[in-house]
């Protein structure tokens, strides 16, 4: 005799264990998507501070790596609330002996063009992004070369450090006969005030046959003169050495161009003791 069959209908155990391996694979492409959001959104961080150490300050933004990283972290956590969703309504047709979809999943799809609509934004940010983010080894010595950019200061890397360059800078001014008037020891001084500051000397020298024609022709240029190069070590340990740029002195005390190379020494003295 037959017993009376359950009305209710289960689903069976490989398509149970095969809904669940679809919901652990939605699972983890979300958590990828908020993984990556994450790191895609430090990005901007990332540029940030290689404009810091160019010395190309901008204004502080995450620019658009903020945006399309939070774009991603939202998919992530709707692709999670919607995965649950899914199987709870994939085990819910199984157990009633509904029919399984044998169509494409839309979710997967619509998921695979989100993400290569985003890589497509993201590789044009990226490449508009480059000659900025770039490290550039040549860049450097060309930096602040507009005076307006940095108030006439221009900034060269050092490959020493700064007692180093500044022993360099002595010797090479002795070499070529230019007096060094003083070296002030900036660092040195805050120390004895019980303050700390990175290593920062500053060099003052000349030679009265190049400087009192400048100042003949332009008294002001008095207040520049003697040249000075500054030697100091920046807040991540790397070193520079920085001066006024010659073409910005010219320009601020309106010297004649013939007395450009009087002042024009002090790249050629800065560029040996930083190479």
């Not at 404009?51 to 190309?56: A, E, F, S, T």
């Not at 620019?63 to 972290?73: D, H, K, N, Y």
């Not at 010659?246 to 930083?274: D, F």
Request: glycine residues 8%.
């Amino acid at each position: 005799m037959n017993s009376p069959q359950d009305p209710r209908q289960h689903a069976g155990l490989s398509d149970a264990l095969a809904a669940e391996r679809t919901f652990l694979a939605w699972i983890r492409t979300g958590l990828a998507l908020m993984g990556f959001g994450f790191v895609v959104a430090r990005f901007g961080l990332f540029l940030r501070q290689l404009q810091l150490l160019q010395h190309n300050v901008a204004e502080p933004s995450y620019g658009l790596s903020l945006w399309f990283g939070t774009a991603l972290i939202v998919a992530g956590v709707a692709v999670n609330l919607f995965s649950a969703w899914h199987h709870f309504r994939l085990m819910k047709q199984l157990d009633q002996g509904g029919p399984i979809p044998s169509r494409p999943s839309t979710e997967a799809i619509l998921v695979a063009l989100f993400l290569a609509l985003t890589g497509i934004a993201m590789a044009i940010y990226l490449i508009s992004t480059r000659g900025s983010a770039t490290p550039n080894p040549q860049k450097h010595e060309e930096v602040s070369m507009s005076p307006a950019t940095n108030k006439g200061i221009i900034d060269m890397p050092s490959n020493h450090s700064v007692d180093e360059t500044v022993n360099r800078l002595k010797g090479i001014l002795q070499a070529k006969g230019v007096t060094l008037f003083d070296v002030i020891d900036h660092s040195g001084e805050a120390e004895k005030a019980g303050m700390k500051m990175p290593p920062t000397k500053l060099l003052i020298f000349g030679n009265p046959k190049a400087g009192t024609p400048v100042m003949l022709a332009s008294p002001s240029a008095a207040i520049d003169l003697p040249l000075k190069i500054l030697v100091w070590e920046d807040t991540q340990g790397k070193v520079w050495v920085s001066y006024n740029s010659p073409a910005y002195l010219q320009e601020r005390h309106n010297l004649p161009a013939e007395l450009l190379p009087n002042i024009a020494v002090v790249e050629t003295l800065a560029a040996k003791a930083a190479e």
